[in-house]
């Protein structure tokens, strides 16, 4: 007879696979490739085209943050997670613990530039200004997340 309380399952510590770790990531990949092929192929004027478009763009942002908040950091921010070693060098500290935005307003000001420099009735021009939003609303919630709380929300109780 086991001692764990009813309704608790023993855990198997088995070392998990590849795809097992990385399977939200690798999801949204997917769902990512999947919807850029359907747009590819798809009349924006339509409202399955125009719904694909917007997908794509969402799911852009989608993947975007589950590998940004994996790998990149923002000091302060209830949504990202701590780095395990900071380094010694100011700069370097600097740079680890605000990677996350380091990251996104250069990519945000390469989608913007691309936005700017494409037609924005053409069928990726309306995608890429769709991007554009998400990167926006992206560096919009890390800096709200470093001072701005939500009450009964797990990442604001970090705090």
């Known amino acids: 007879m086991s001692n764990l309380p009813q309704g608790q399952k023993k855990r198997n510590h088995k070392k998990k696979g590849f795809l097992h770790r990385h399977s939200l990531g690798l999801a949204s990949l997917g769902i990512l490739v999947l919807l850029i092929i359907l747009y590819n192929f798809n009349d924006p004027q339509t409202h399955w085209g125009s719904f694909l478009g917007n997908a794509v763009a969402d799911w852009t942002g989608v993947a975007v943050t589950v590998f940004a908040t994996k790998y990149l950091y923002e000091k ?84």
């Open 76 to 159: 302060g921010s209830a949504e990202s997670r701590n780095p395990k070693h900071e380094p010694d060098n100011a700069f370097l500290r600097f740079c680890l613990d605000h990677s996350l935005l380091l990251v996104l307003i250069p990519t945000g000001v390469i989608w913007t530039v691309m936005f700017l420099h494409s037609k924005t009735d053409s069928k990726w021009g309306q995608v890429v200004g769709n991007v554009v939003s998400e990167w926006t609303q992206l560096i919009g919630l890390v800096i709200m997340t470093k001072r701005l709380i939500e009450q009964h929300s797990k990442e604001s109780a970090k705090g």
